[in-house]
T-cell receptor
């Protein structure tokens, strides 16, 4: 049972490049979310999804896009990376929405130069 | 504005003592509160959830209290061990925006042998 799998683990981008952070879960969880974690700022919610085809914005959605075409996958897209998006990104899933136990992936460390 | 505050200074205690961590919030009407543990370089791991109508929850050596009048949650680890050293995060789910779980910045706990 893999749980929540995030790829890649590390990524370096140049300003203006685009990329997709992948997140997959094998627990059949309807709820999935993306957070970024910065020193002194804690975890901040970027986007979340309560099921396939349904997404909504969190606290800091600007500069990020998401889609949820399947229950298993919830990719996060950076269309034009900026240095302010340098952070550690965590994907999480839950069986019972945000009030349930969130299972987190191991994170993607992203640097934008 | 809404705020979740955890002590940013590390808490240092001796093995065998009880560690008490604090989570204070302002301008929130939480429906529930969760506590997570995070080790360096890893994603957070769920520990406990407590709802607004519950005063206290226990799990093994862990105890959480939730005082909606004081707008505070206390997280206790009894008989602490060096293996309990980690960062502990509290997270709130509001009565509105129910699917958004908002995290505090976390408190680092260091347990010395």
């Amino acid at each position: 049972n893999a749980g929540v799998t995030q790829t890649p683990k590390f990524q370096v981008l140049k300003t203006g490049q685009s990329m997709t952070l992948q997140c997959a879960q094998d627990m059949n969880h309807e709820y999935m979310s993306w957070y970024r974690q910065d020193p002194g700022m804690g975890l901040r919610l970027i986007h979340y999804s309560v099921g396939a085809g349904i997404t909504d914005q969190g606290e800091v959605p600007n500069g990020y896009n998401v889609s949820r075409s399947t229950t298993e996958d919830f990719p996060l897209r950076l269309l034009s990376a900026a240095p302010s998006q340098t952070s550690v990104y965590f994907c999480a899933s839950s069986l019972q929405g945000a009030q349930g136990k969130l299972f987190f992936g191991s994170g993607t460390q992203l640097s934008v130069l | 504005s809404q705020k979740i505050e955890q002590n940013s200074e590390a808490l240092n205690i001796q093995e065998g003592k009880t560690a008490t961590l604090t989570c204070n919030y302002t301008n929130y009407s939480p429906a529930y509160l969760q506590w997570y543990r995070q080790d360096p370089g890893r994603g957070p791991v769920f520990l406990l959830l407590i709802r607004e109508n519950e005063k206290e929850k226990r799990k093994e050596r862990l105890k959480v209290t939730f005082d909606t009048t004081l707008k505070q949650s206390l997280f206790h680890i009894t008989a602490s061990q060096p293996a309990d050293s980690a960062t502990y995060l509290c997270a709130l789910g509001a009565a509105t925006g129910f699917q958004k779980l908002v995290f505090g910045t976390g408190t680092r706990l260091l347990v010395s042998p």
